[in-house]
């Protein structure tokens, strides 16, 4: 079992910035991929970015202004998001995927909201 906490979302004007965090605890393997989805009001969650052991991919709508950073020494993925615009507020889930006795598994935080005015 793998539990994930976020923290850092909030309330900022459109070309403000954020800072999301999350620690990841339990059961968590070394080629695991940690990243960020978002779900806006009536809309399904999407991908935002992921960073997996070798690499990180962002979503179109954000590339460029944010940024995703894992500390696998301290079981950390964060998300830097600068130059924020209305369409990016939602709320954030940050996940862990990885496999467990031939099953891929997906773990979701219980995420954090992010509102943009502006």
């Known amino acids: 079992q793998v539990q994930l906490v976020e923290s850092g979302g909030g309330l900022v004007q459109a070309g403000g910035s954020l800072r999301l965090s999350c620690v990841a605890s339990g059961s968590i393997k070394i080629l695991s991929t940690m990243g960020w989805y978002r779900q806006a009001s009536g809309k399904q969650r999407e991908l935002v970015a992921f960073?997996?052991?070798?690499?990180?991919n962002y979503a179109d709508s954000v590339k460029g202004r944010f940024s995703i950073s894992r500390d696998n020494a301290k079981n950390t993925v964060d998300l830097q998001m600068n130059s924020l615009q209305p369409e990016d507020t939602g709320v954030y889930y940050c996940s862990l995927d990885q496999w467990e006795a031939g099953v891929r598994r997906r773990y979701w935080g219980q995420g954090t909201q992010v509102t943009v005015s502006s």
């Open positions: 960073a997996s052991s070798s690499t990180t």
